[in-house]
């Protein structure tokens, strides 16, 4: 009996080796985790009727605007606290400081979590920052740093503020606390948490069976861990990239170039890019989107006025009250149920809810009609 337990352990994977890469590592769970974090991920998955009804195609949203912090910003946010933690970069309840250059969900996912896991988060943002964000930001006690002038400089300028206040405490000797650069963009551990978590829920929740999986890109990591681990899962599951109006990222995916449109293949390429559309689209490359590319099957470009249509849409007809994110994703939705016809399961994320944008996106979509018809989403430009 001895000899066949021994035999038995030896049949038991040997504990891996805790290095910086390991993937198997990269959980939203920890021992000391049943506070509020404990309830980020694992988010439900519903069916838009509405649109399954209309294309005779099953379309399913995953809603990470159910997590505690409003979108799918938590699992990458807390990922990155962990790591480093892990690391020895971060303890808690030593004035410990995450920096963080964003206006957007990211921010507030470090805001909350920082007070839940007892470190203070400081946001760098640019001065033109919505007043909903800077109000949200504020009521959640994050140090908040405006980066002025916003609106015609490189989009980095506030991603490096946060570098240097970073660096700045790290190598002030005298300073006992220890601070992050966060780095969103740039962090292999975003794509990696999506691609260890909301990758493995969506392929469960669908029991393996789905056909496409469609997302914008803000950093790219919700697009590239998902489409990386569906990919691997099954490499006829078609990863779409819906994106809006302005971004070059579409005609990258469908025509290898960079530019904000195929006409303007020659101008200048433009950092600002020139949507209503907050938290996707891009005019450069980022890290995480590149970790993604090899599995993006096309992209598809959606105009402001077809998500402010669908945005409505979705909320008379389906009480979905969702952000200009998920609208764009739902409009790809509808064009890939077209393209490829009736029976096709379709997956996408709603990032976050219609209350982040109430006063830009949701003032023009709230005028739109009641009666708004699918036919007249598909039919603006
Ligand atoms: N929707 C919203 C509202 C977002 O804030 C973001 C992130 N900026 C995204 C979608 C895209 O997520 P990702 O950064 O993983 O590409």
């Not at 198997?24 to 519903?46: A, V």
């Not at 970073?166 to 969103?184: H, K």
Request: glycine share 8%; net charge negative; hydrophobic share 35%.
């Amino acid at each position: 009996a001895i000899i066949l337990i021994h035999q038995i352990h030896d049949l038991i994977p040997k504990k891996k080796e805790n290095t910086e890469h390991d993937d198997s590592d990269l959980t939203l769970l920890s021992p000391r985790t049943r506070g509020i974090e404990s309830q980020i991920g694992n988010t439900p998955l519903i069916e838009i009727k509405s649109l399954s009804k209309l294309t005779g195609c099953k379309i399913y949203a995953k809603l990470e605007l159910t997590n505690p912090g409003g979108s799918a910003k938590d699992r990458v946010a807390l990922a990155i606290i962990r790591e480093n933690e892990k690391l020895g970069n971060l303890t808690p309840n030593n004035g410990d400081i995450i920096f963080e250059g964003t206006s957007g969900s990211t921010g507030i996912s470090f805001a909350l979590l920082a007070n839940a896991l007892g470190y203070t988060a400081h946001i760098c943002l640019p001065d033109d920052t919505s007043s909903e964000k800077l109000q949200l930001l504020t009521a959640l006690g994050a140090e908040l740093e405006p980066v002025k002038p916003a609106s015609i400089v490189d989009p980095n300028q506030y991603t490096n503020a946060a570098r240097l206040g970073a660096e700045l405490i790290n190598n002030n000797s005298e300073d006992n606390r220890s601070a992050i650069f966060a780095n969103q963009f740039e962090n292999d551990y975003n794509w990696r948490i999506h691609y260890t978590t909301t990758g493995p829920e969506i392929y469960r929740q669908m029991n393996g069976d789905i056909d496409v999986f469609i997302n914008g890109s803000g950093t790219g990591g919700t697009i590239a861990g998902v489409g990386k681990y569906l990919y691997e899962k099954n490499s006829n599951v078609k990863v779409i990239l819906s994106d809006p109006q302005g971004s070059g990222l579409s005609n990258r995916i469908n025509y290898g170039v960079m530019y904000d449109s195929v006409e303007k293949e020659g101008t200048r390429r433009r950092h600002q890019v020139d949507t209503l559309v907050e938290g996707i689209g891009l005019n450069r490359l980022t890290h995480n989107f590149k970790q993604g590319e090899p599995y993006i099957h096309e992209a598809i470009r959606v105009t402001d006025l077809q998500a402010l249509k669908m945005a409505k849409y979705l909320c008379i007809n389906d009480g979905l009250f969702w952000g200009s994110s998920s609208a764009i994703n739902c409009v790809a939705a509808v064009k890939t149920a077209l393209k490829y016809g009736p029976g096709q399961k379709i997956v996408i994320i709603a990032c976050d809810s219609g209350s982040r944008h109430l006063s830009k996106f949701w003032k023009q979509a709230s005028e739109i009609n009641n009666d708004i018809t699918l036919d007249d989403i598909l039919e603006s430009n």
